[in-house]
């Protein structure tokens, strides 16, 4: 029987068997070789600070609600960044073809049932390593806070956070035409942030704060645009610290909890800054129609595949799908010796 990776409380995850789906018409079934845990939202689960384990989301209204979770303990199949093989293809299907290799958002299971029409827009480049196809969504959501963040040619951006996404943030920033300041503690990862093209990296808890020695960069103007994305609300208000009057803050962490750390009244409201949010459920609305999730994945594997963005040196680790309780503490416990965390499932080639 097919496994799946499974949270059974708060720090307790592990792998459980899972029936086999039956394949339908226009349907095609892939075995996982590869998935990727995200260190944001994953590890929400894992810490139980996720809002759907205390609220109910109510799509219609777009609000959450005291009352029942939307989700509780035993949650099976979390994770958003896989890539496989097609094994099998309904009757119907004539793409993709079985042994083509996908990569496309199923959970952390070992085997998945996908509508054909998805799996064959996410065929894997064959210059890009199966591996690596795990980058696809990461890459897509650092791509739209760039995008929300529209940077242009000789500005000076700040990016929040050097985790998977901020460091594909500052690539693809710097790729943009922006000069890249990052703001990171971790010195292994600063020292990343480099090597993906910022031009300096600010600790968080330099004197004055990361505002102040990033006016001190900029001649004392401030950054024209920042990114958060480590998911702290203190680091947001760093992040609205650090914009000239007038500019733009793209909040896209997911923040957990009260907003501790954020003080309204200061520098956002003398110095009439926007925040943004960006989030991989929409594109930016001055965009109107002409980007979508789709086109987020596409464009962020075509620069993987032709060499302009290397996602080799954020895999940390590679561990077998039956180490996933190690794979998430490390994640939770050792952020300066983990960072894109990748499960391997028994079907990936040896």
């Known amino acids: 029987m097919p496994l799946v990776v499974q949270f059974t409380g ?4 592990g792998v459980a068997d ?38 109910t989301w109510d799509a219609g209204a777009r609000l959450f609600a005291d009352g029942a979770a939307s989700f509780s303990y035993p949650v099976s199949g979390w994770g958003y960044q896989e890539v496989g093989q097609v094994i099998e293809v309904a009757a119907d299907v004539s793409a993709p073809r079985v ?60 990016v929040f956070g050097q985790g998977v996404i901020g460091l594909l943030a500052t690539r693809l920033a710097g790729l943009d ?11 292994e990862r600063a020292a990343l942030a480099a090597r993906f093209g910022a031009a300096q990296t600010v600790r968080p808890d330099v004197a004055g704060g990361a505002a102040a020695e990033l006016r001190r960069l900029t001649g004392g103007a401030g950054a024209d645009t920042a990114i958060e994305l480590s ?15 007038t500019g733009r803050v793209v909040a896209a962490g997911f923040y957990q909890g009260d907003g501790v750390g954020l003080r309204l009244g200061e520098e956002f409201h003398h110095n009439r800054v926007e925040i943004v949010a960006s989030q991989i459920g929409g594109t930016p609305r001055a965009l109107g129609d002409r980007w979508n999730h789709d086109r987020l994945l596409r464009v962020f594997m075509a620069l993987v595949a032709d060499g302009r963005v290397g ?11 039956a180490e996933v309780a190690r794979a998430f503490a490390l994640l939770d416990e050792s952020p300066a010796q983990a960072l894109q965390v990748v499960l391997r499932f028994p079907a990936a080639p040896a």
């Open 231 to 245: 998911g702290s609300y203190r680091a947001l208000h760093e992040a609205v610290r650090s914009v000239r009057p």
């Open 99 to 158: 042994g083509d290799v996908v990569y496309g958002i199923w959970g952390h299971r070992a085997e998945a049932v996908v509508p054909a029409g998805i799996a064959a827009e996410r065929l894997l480049p064959a210059a890009v390593a199966p591996v690596h196809g795990v980058f696809a969504r990461a890459g897509a959501i650092a791509l739209n806070a760039v995008l929300a963040a529209d940077v242009h040619l000789g500005e000076q951006l700040a």
């Open 311 to 321: 996602v080799e040196p954020l895999v940390s680790h590679v561990l077998s799908v």
């Open 10 to 13: 708060t720090r307790q995850v």
């Open 177 to 187: 035409g922006g000069t890249v300041t990052a703001v990171e503690a971790l010195p």
């Open 18 to 55: 899972e029936p086999s789906r039956p394949l339908g018409a226009g349907q095609v079934r892939i075995a996982t070789w590869y998935s990727g845990i995200s260190a944001g939202h994953e590890l929400t689960a894992y810490r139980g600070s996720n809002p759907y384990l205390t609220k």
